[in-house]
Nanobody
Framework: QVQLVESGGGLVQAGGSLRLTCAAS???????????IDWYRQAPGGQRELVAA???????YYADSVKGRFTMSRDNAKNTMYLQMNSLQPEDTAVYYC?????????????????WGQGTQVTVSS
C-alpha cells in the first residue's frame, strides 16, 4: 500500500505563492516507481477538477486557469512531488489533492498502485 501525505496549504493574500508537497511512502523495504502524478482541486460546492498532470513523453498538462502560474515538479530520490503556485487568486481557493500511480516493489514483486493524498486547504483572500 502506498500512502500520500500532503502539506503546504494555508491562507495567502491574492498575488501570493504557496508550494504544496505530496510525499509518497510504502511499506518497509519497498521501492516505489511513480509513473504519473496529478493534482486536483475541489472548491466548496464544486466538482473535483484536474489542475495539473504528468503528460505523455515527460511533458505536463496544466488547466488553462492555472497555466503560467502553477508548476509541477518532483524529487524522485525522496518520492516527493510538488505543486508551486504563484500569483494566487481568490478563485484558486479549494482543497487540493495529489494522485500518484505507479508500481510498488517488495521482494522483487511489483504491484500497481493508484493512491490519493488526504487533501490540503488553500485559501486565497482578496
Amino acid at each position: 500500500q502506498v500512502q500520500l501525505v500532503e502539506s503546504g496549504g494555508g491562507l495567502v493574500q491574492a498575488g501570493g505563492s504557496l508550494r504544496l508537497t505530496c510525499a509518497a511512502s510504502g511499506s518497509s523495504g519497498s521501492v516505489l516507481r511513480i509513473n504519473a502524478i496529478d493534482w486536483y482541486r475541489q472548491a466548496p460546492g464544486g466538482q473535483r477538477e484536474l489542475v495539473a498532470a504528468t503528460g505523455t513523453g515527460g511533458g505536463a498538462y496544466y488547466a488553462d486557469s492555472v497555466k503560467g502560474r502553477f508548476t509541477m515538479s518532483r524529487d524522485n530520490a525522496k518520492n516527493t512531488m510538488y505543486l508551486q503556485m504563484n500569483s494566487l487568486q481568490p478563485e484558486d481557493t479549494a482543497v487540493y489533492y495529489c494522485n500518484a500511480r505507479g508500481i510498488i516493489y517488495l521482494s522483487d514483486f511489483g504491484t500497481n498502485f493508484d493512491s490519493w493524498g488526504q487533501g490540503t486547504q488553500v485559501t486565497v483572500s482578496s
